[in-house]
């Protein structure tokens, strides 16, 4: 079974919009990690927010993380076409293994 | 190359046969883990070498699924008597560190992935 849990699975916005995606996961963490995914291969790594973190940028990208609630959230500010992508979120335990979402896609229109 | 690689990039095999994937991580990584990804899904955990460490392989599906790192560094996925649900696409990732217990993260790179169809 997988970790995290990404919601909406899809988003469909138009350039210029914020684009916002959430992830919930069950067990206790090292650290939560955001990846980008294109057309099924190439998978990169955007962000890394440790557990004792709460928010963290990264140019357009913002990424909060709750470990309260167990969630953390990605927004994409002024999304551009470019970015279309699934996006998945992946949590890290103690050991060092990563566990994934299913992903959220995301399509930006012109 | 500065990336982690794998050959081959697709592989198209008939159900029943063996096929090995392989791994080149990033020189000097001593982390390498191995995911695979079937269509429209995320990615799953299959295993996990560091160092000199006995590898997790909690993630391998069967028994038919086998992997080896040679010399700390190539790793190579083999999966035996291929079945039609192995069809995926097989990534691979280093890290600098994994040692369990450490304080210290370090990001994952992933390499481009092979893509298995078995027919």
């Given at each position: 079974s997988q970790q995290g849990e990404e919601d909406p699975q899809a988003l469909s916005i138009q350039e210029g919009e914020n684009a916002t995606m959430n992830c919930s996961y069950k067990t206790s963490i090292?650290?939560?990690?955001?990846?980008?995914?294109n057309s099924g291969r190439g998978l990169v790594h955007l962000i890394?927010?440790?557990s004792n973190e709460r928010e963290?940028?990264?140019?357009?990208?913002?990424?909060?993380?709750?470990t309260s609630k167990k969630s953390s959230s990605l927004l994409i500010t002024a999304s551009r076409a470019a970015d279309t992508a699934s996006y998945f979120c992946a949590t890290?335990?103690?050991w060092g293994k990563l566990q994934f979402g299913a992903g959220t896609q995301v399509v930006v229109t012109p | 190359?500065?990336?982690?690689?794998?050959?081959?990039?697709?592989?198209v095999t008939e159900k029943g046969k063996?096929?090995?994937?392989?791994?080149?991580?990033?020189?000097?990584?001593?982390?390498?883990?191995?995911?695979?990804?079937?269509?429209?899904?995320?990615?799953?955990?299959?295993?996990?070498?560091?160092?000199?460490?006995?590898?997790?392989?909690?993630?391998?599906p069967s028994d038919r699924f086998s992997a080896e790192r040679t010399g700390g560094s190539v790793?190579?996925?083999?999966?035996?008597?291929?079945?039609?649900?192995?069809?995926?696409?097989?990534?691979?990732?280093?890290s600098a560190t994994g040692t369990s217990g450490r304080s210290a993260t370090d990001t994952q790179y992933f390499g481009p992935g092979t893509r298995l169809t078995v027919l």
């Open positions: 090292n650290n939560l990690q955001w990846y980008r995914q890394l927010i440790r963290k940028h990264s140019g357009r990208l913002r990424v909060t993380l709750d890290e335990d103690s | 190359g500065a990336g982690v690689s794998q050959s081959p990039s697709n592989k063996d096929v090995e994937l392989r791994c080149d991580p990033i020189s000097g990584h001593t982390a390498l883990y191995w995911y695979r990804q079937s269509l429209g899904q995320g990615l799953e955990f299959l295993i996990y070498f560091q160092g000199n460490s006995a590898p997790d392989k909690s993630g391998l790793s190579t996925l083999t999966i035996q008597r291929t079945q039609q649900e192995d069809s995926a696409v097989y990534l691979c990732a280093s």
